[in-house]
């Protein structure tokens, strides 16, 4: 479903072609060219008390991802598969998928882009939203960022170096730290933090079927000592308001979640909306949607953060899964999904490919 003509340009402000089109069979003026992107013709509504002028280009997005595909593939196995969750080793590192969904509602995709996996952290980014619609205002915002902080952490997302010294605070609410206060404080106003999250994570990507997978659960949940020791910590500076256990159990379900590349480009899609739903309903407030987008950008792609920033440019937030999930404001939502990391916990693949298609459209934040 696109968004209302009478709301698009609340979301959709004019843009102009990154100069002329991408070539991609390394011609020459001497030699044949065959153009890879194709920009339309610059449309727009009247000025008026029920139209309002509405500038923007459009891109040939399948084409754009099947040359990002043919850029990112060969890159598959030079990662490693995640193996300290058992039950994410046995998914092959041979998947590659990657997703795009504009603000308007059209999706496109290519390779595994339907194929279940994983959420694992890109969870934390719903969750942290989910938690801002639950108390709109400033008492969402002031709520939660009295207890987790906005900063790059510099260290693991499973590290309790910094815990100590900043007095139970975590740096940020995309390290494992800060999503277990996230968490909380979703168990706090919704009564169920993992149900709540599987039934927004349907609403907003349009699919009924997502499901928790079990035996993640159950493996993070058996391999999960390292979180219960970060709950601890924090519980004893009092920033814990539920017991441990129920705290880590939702967490432990939330991050079991599965989704596709569709599934997450098109549930996220309100972060390129500036808080929009896709029926043109608001989710967040603008200032919120550009502030949780502010901090992926930060903080949500592990301690690889600025080098991530410095490649790609946009807001993003990976899991250990192979997922990321990156925002261009105003234009769409993109997902791409391979299992090999690097050592920070980022797909190699899957930031090589929101690289190349930064590279291809010219479009960033910067």
Not at 102 to 110: L, R, S
Not at 173 to 187: E, K, M, W, Y
Not at 312 to 328: D, E, Q, R
Request: glycine residues 10%; hydrophobic residues 40%.
């Amino acid at each position: 479903m696109g968004v209302p003509a009478a709301r698009r340009d609340e979301v959709n402000p004019p843009c102009t072609a990154p100069g002329p089109a991408v070539l991609l069979d390394g011609g020459t003026a001497a030699g044949p060219k065959t153009p890879a992107l194709g920009w339309s013709h610059w449309w727009g509504l009247p000025w008026g008390r029920r139209a309002r002028r509405v500038s923007v280009c459009v891109m040939d997005y399948q084409a754009v991802l099947e040359e990002v595909a043919a850029y990112a593939r060969p890159l598959v196995r030079r990662g490693r598969v995640a193996d300290y969750i058992p039950a994410l080793e046995r998914v092959s590192a041979d998947r590659f998928g990657i997703a795009v969904a504009d603000i308007n509602g059209a999706v496109h995709g290519v390779g595994d882009w339907e194929v279940p996996f994983s959420v694992q952290s890109i969870s934390k980014a719903f969750s942290l939203a989910l938690v801002m619609a639950q108390s709109p205002g400033s008492q969402g915002e002031d709520g939660i960022w009295k207890r987790v902080g906005r900063e790059p952490s510099g260290t693991p997302f499973n590290s309790l170096v910094q815990l100590e010294a900043e007095n139970g605070i975590p740096r940020n609410p995309f390290i494992n730290a800060g999503a277990l206060v996230v968490t909380d404080r979703l168990q706090t106003l919704t009564g169920d933090a993992s149900t709540s999250m599987l039934h927004f994570l349907r609403e907003e990507s349009g699919n009924p079927d997502l499901a928790f997978d079990q035996a993640v659960a159950d493996s993070e949940a058996e391999h999960g000592d390292r979180n219960a020791a970060l709950a601890h910590f924090m519980a004893s500076f009092g920033n814990l308001e539920n017991p441990v256990p129920s705290v880590i159990e939702h967490y432990f379900w939330q991050c079991s979640i599965e989704m596709s590349c569709r599934d997450l480009a098109v549930a996220g899609g309100f972060l390129a909306r500036h808080g929009l739903r896709a029926d043109g309903s608001r989710l967040l407030e603008a200032r919120e949607a550009k502030r949780i987008n502010a901090v992926m950008l930060t903080c949500g792609t592990y301690d690889a953060a600025g080098e991530f920033a410095y490649r790609v440019g946009l807001p993003a937030k990976s899991g250990v899964g192979g997922g990321i999930i990156a925002v261009i404001p105003g234009r769409c939502t993109l997902c791409v999904w391979s299992p090999g990391l690097d050592a920070r916990g980022n797909s190699v693949a899957g930031a090589a490919a929101l690289d190349h298609f930064t590279t291809l459209t010219g479009w960033s934040v910067f």
